[in-house]
Every structure is written in structure tokens, then in C-alpha cells.
């Protein structure tokens, strides 16, 4: 089957760096990219990384290890405003199509 | 330009019953999809459609259909409704390329409870 994992919860203070794992298993792999989604909003695209390495966008990085199955997100100097879900997705289709499977979601609190 | 949206933003009803819900995408994008959310499974896919063609589908039962119109609006229909299928449903569009992320854009979803 085609699964994703990432923690459950995480949880950390305001001005703190926080890393959030997501390990994969699908049939295929074409890129990694990572939602934030607040409560009761929309998910919204953060990052993606389709090769090895480290993807820079302000306070956000992602990681991608393709031999390791295995990516992060890593969100710096973090507010208030960062509480919210993150999700990891691969695409598994070669046609950049709409399609993503979807990790079950990272709650993060950020604390005062 | 104006963001995904979607109609209705709640609806109630009852097992057995059907349902129809309804996407308008970002002017421009030809791709729409269609995820179900709910707290224990996350987000699933269910279905893309891209020029009025079904283009993927998940693993979904047949209950679960959809269409895009010429104007790459959607619907999606839910028929003979289980309580199972209470979730928030989202849309996303995007444009299409043939390299990159796409970027899924998501609508804010129309709650579906089932009683």
C-alpha cells in the first residue's frame, strides 16, 4: 500500500525551531511537497522538493533524502501564527497531475 | 484574482440520501480535484478532472462520482450517503505543467454530516 508518516503533534515555543518528519512508502515518487492548513481554513502549499536537499522560502525550509524515504520541514522562528496542521504529500504519478497522497497531518502549538 | 470556491459550505443529511457539491476553480486552471477529509484518515484523494475528463481516481466506491463542465467548473455527487461519509470535502485547482510542484490551490471545503 502507499502510506506517509508523521508525527502526531508537535509542540514548541514562540522564537524556537521546530523539524516535522515525514517518512514515505509509495509505488512511485516524483516530489514531496508540503500544505499548512489552519484550523478551519484551506490548505495552502508551503514547499516541494522533487530532488535531494535542502529547499530555502524565508522561515521555512524543506529536506528531501529520496534513498532514505524521508523528508522534513523545518519552520524557524516560530509565531503564533505557525499553530496550525502541516501535511507532507507525494506525488506517485509521472504526469504532473493533481493527484497527491496525502500524510495524516502534524498539529503544531506554538506557545508563548 | 478570486481563490476556489465551493457550495455549499455546510450540509446535513440523512443515510440513504444524495448529495451534490459544487466547485468553481481559479480562472485559468484546467485541473480539478476533489479530497475527502476527516480526523482519523487525513486527506484522500477521490478524483481529478482535467478538459472534462476524469484524468486519476482513488480508491473510492462508485458512489463517489464527478464531472467538470466546459468551463472547468465541477461537481461532485455523492449518492445512497452513509454515516462513514460525514467529512469536510475539498476542492483544489491548479494549473497544469509539465514540471514543478503543482501547487494545489484548495477552496474552503463544504462539510458534509450525515445522520
Known amino acids: 500500500g502507499q502510506s506517509l508518516e508523521q508525527p502526531s503533534e508537535v509542540t514548541a515555543v514562540e522564537g524556537a525551531i521546530v523539524q516535522i518528519n515525514c517518512t514515505y512508502q509509495?509505488?512511485?515518487?516524483?516530489?514531496l511537497s508540503w500544505y499548512q492548513q489552519h484550523d478551519g481554513g484551506a490548505p495552502t502549499f508551503l514547499s516541494y522538493n522533487a530532488l535531494d536537499g535542502l529547499e530555502e522560502t524565508g522561515r521555512f525550509s524543506s529536506f528531501l533524502s529520496r534513498s532514505d524515504s524521508y523528508g522534513y520541514l523545518l519552520l524557524q522562528e516560530l509565531q503564533m501564527k505557525d499553530s496550525a496542521s502541516y501535511f507532507c504529500a507525494v506525488r506517485d504519478d509521472p504526469s504532473n497531475t493533481g493527484k497527491l497522497i496525502f500524510g495524516q497531518g502534524t498539529t503544531l502549538q506554538v506557545k508563548p | 484574482k478570486a481563490g476556489v470556491t465551493q457550495t455549499p459550505r455546510y450540509l446535513i443529511k440523512t443515510r440513504g440520501q444524495q448529495v451534490t457539491l459544487s466547485c468553481s476553480p481559479i480562472s485559468g486552471h484546467r485541473s480539478v480535484s476533489w479530497y475527502q477529509q476527516t480526523p482519523g484518515q487525513g486527506l484522500q484523494f477521490l478524483f481529478e478532472y482535467f478538459s472534462e475528463t476524469q484524468r486519476n481516481k482513488g480508491n473510492f466506491p462508485g458512489r463517489f462520482s464527478g464531472r467538470q463542465f466546459s468551463n472547468s467548473r465541477s461537481e461532485m455527487n455523492v449518492s445512497t450517503l452513509e454515516l462513514g461519509d460525514s467529512a469536510l470535502y475539498l476542492c483544489?485547482?491548479?494549473?497544469?505543467?509539465?514540471?514543478?510542484?503543482?501547487?494545489?490551490?484548495f477552496g474552503p471545503g463544504t462539510r458534509l454530516t450525515v445522520l
Open positions: 483544489a485547482s491548479s494549473l497544469v505543467t509539465r514540471e514543478g510542484p503543482n501547487e494545489q490551490f
Open positions: 509509495t509505488s512511485g515518487f516524483y516530489g
